[in-house]
């Protein structure tokens, strides 16, 4: 209780109190507890930003590309699978124990590392660069994790260096109306929504003008754009 303290004096949640998550059913979903100090984030904060740069996952994000339960976290251990399986040795650990929870302005992704995976409140936070190899692993729990980055005790090197010009400021989204949609369990040892062949997204954000770099991740906005001009696709 003292971290999440910490965190709304840090950055006030919104005035409104957001509508509590269906627990049980997100993890059912997903196949895997949740940190109980992320699900108290989630049910204080609701869905937003932090200082208009870093997005949390939320079972209520806007979009399926925001959401807790969209495709997202398994896109992403994907992409880390295929970068691994390239000869990088920069992914510290094996992506079936990354979990995406997080994503920012620039890029750079936020994961749970789920090792072991019956003990979620053990488990600890890392960052990896949007256009690199570098990672940083934070040995605490997301909420210690927050209220370092936004009271400056911690610069995370990916991240800009006026992060916190403006102060630790939490912006609501709106959330969605619709509930988590049943779907095939997300559990970080499965796969069950496969991303897209790189290759293909990469031809076609440059056929559109999209400027991305030869090698490592692809964007998840490129990703977004190109599954909703190839729907059929994925």
């Keep these: 209780m003292a ?52 997005h949390l996952y939320h079972p209520a994000g806007a979009t399926e590309w925001v959401s807790l339960t969209g495709p997202m976290p398994a896109t992403i251990r994907t ?18 124990d990354l979990f995406a929870i997080g994503v920012t302005d620039n890029g750079e992704y936020l994961f749970w590392i789920t090792d072991p995976t019956d003990a979620p409140d ?17 040995d605490g729990n997301l909420t210690d994790f927050l209220s370092t980055v936004l009271s400056g005790r911690a610069a995370i090197p990916m991240f800009p260096e006026d992060l916190l010009d403006h102060g630790p400021v939490f912006t609501p989204t709106t959330p969605a109306t619709h509930q988590p949609a049943a779907a095939q369990p997300q559990h970080p040892a499965t796969e069950p929504n496969p991303a897209p062949q790189t290759q293909d997204v990469r031809t076609w954000a440059r056929a559109h003008g999209y400027d991305l770099p ?21």
Excluded: M
């Excluded at 965190?7 to 949640?13: A, D, F």
């Excluded at 030869?214 to 994925?234: L, M, T």
């Design 3 to 54: 971290l999440i303290r910490n965190l709304t004096q840090l950055s006030p949640p919104p005035s409104t109190t957001p509508p509590p998550s269906n627990w049980p059913e997100v993890e059912g979903i997903l196949g895997v507890g949740l940190p109980a100090d992320y699900k108290e984030i989630a049910d204080t904060y609701g869905p937003g930003t932090f200082c208009g740069y870093l």
């Design 79 to 96: 992409q880390l699978e295929q970068t691994r399986s390239q000869g990088d040795p920069s992914v510290p650990c094996d992506p079936q």
């Design 122 to 138: 053990t488990w600890h936070v890392a960052v990896n660069e949007a256009r690199g190899t570098r990672w940083y692993i934070h």
């Design 214 to 234: 030869e090698r490592g991740r692809v964007p998840a906005d490129i990703i977004d754009a190109w599954k909703k001009s190839n729907p059929s696709s994925h």
